[in-house]
């Protein structure tokens, strides 16, 4: 069973810097791509950043210039690294990972982390 566990989530003040780590285990096929999305209370989950297998990198445009997204394929590990961090980052942060296996792909989440962003 592939299980997602996500580490480094914290409080910090504004301009400050979180690592998060999202380590993926139980994996039977491939992983074509992770990244986060995250979700500030009463807001719909936005998508904020992925990474493929080749390390092709996005952004939404709130984060560019100050997430960087990475991952270690040898340890099926995505990480976001976060600088500047404004309150506005506050969210609960999720990881996924697009897997496939036999032509079939799936999404798998992560239990979330809080990040909370003081002013």
């Known amino acids: 069973q592939v299980q997602l566990v996500e580490s480094g989530g914290g409080l910090e003040q504004a301009g400050g810097s979180l690592r998060l780590s999202c380590a993926a285990s139980?994996?039977?096929?491939?992983?074509?791509?992770m990244g986060w999305y995250r979700q500030a209370p009463e807001n719909e989950r936005e998508w904020v950043a992925s990474?493929?297998?080749?390390?092709?990198?996005n952004y939404v445009d709130s984060v560019k210039d100050r997430f960087t997204i990475s991952r270690d394929n040898a340890k099926n590990t995505v990480y976001l690294q976060m600088h500047s961090l404004k309150p506005e980052d506050t969210a609960v942060y999720f990881c996924?990972?697009?897997?496939?296996?036999?032509?079939?792909?799936?999404?798998?989440w992560g239990q979330g982390t809080q990040v909370t962003v003081s002013s």
């Open positions: 990474i493929t297998s080749g390390e092709d990198t």
């Open positions: 996924y990972a697009r897997i496939r296996v036999t032509g079939l792909s799936y999404n798998v």
């Open positions: 139980g994996i039977s096929g491939s992983i074509l791509a």
